[in-house]
């Protein structure tokens, strides 16, 4: 069963930056594709980024492209997204989300679709 362990959010201001982690178990990090979803309230969940098992191929929503980066660390069955300059409309609900890399045709795929189990998440609240 996966287990999913999210870390790092928060309150900060416009600008600022946040770094959350994710620890998954149940499962070797080795053959799974990797993202983090948001879900704000009253939207829709989103795909913000997805990495693949071996980190080559990595795909950010349009909201986000230059400002996040998402890493992985498949040693420690942890993956990380770097969060610059964050804005009020990033806030949100933030989950990582696990998909057999054989799963999924691309991890574009996998964002844009929400493919894949996901934990609880993390607050992440922009704000002055």
């Known amino acids: 069963q996966l287990q999913f362990v999210e870390s790092g959010g928060g309150l900060v201001q416009p600008g600022g930056s946040l770094r959350l982690s994710c620890v998954i178990s149940?499962?070797?990090?080795?053959?799974?594709?990797i993202g983090w979803f948001r879900q704000a309230p009253g939207k829709e969940r989103e795909g913000v980024s997805c990495?693949?098992?071996?980190?080559?191929?990595?795909y950010y929503a349009d909201s986000v492209k230059g400002r996040f980066t998402i890493s992985r660390d498949n040693a420690k069955n942890t993956v990380y997204l770097q969060m610059n300059n964050l804005q009020p409309e990033d806030t949100a609900v933030y989950s990582c989300?696990?998909?057999?890399?054989?799963?999924?045709?691309?991890?574009?795929?996998?964002?844009?679709?929400?493919?894949?189990?996901w934990g609880q998440g993390t607050q992440v609240t922009v704000s002055s």
């Open positions: 149940g499962f070797t990090l080795d053959y799974y594709a």
């Open positions: 990495i693949s098992s071996e980190g080559g191929s990595k």
């Open positions: 989300a696990a998909e057999a890399q054989e799963d999924i045709s691309t991890v574009r795929a996998m964002c844009v679709l929400l493919r894949g189990s």
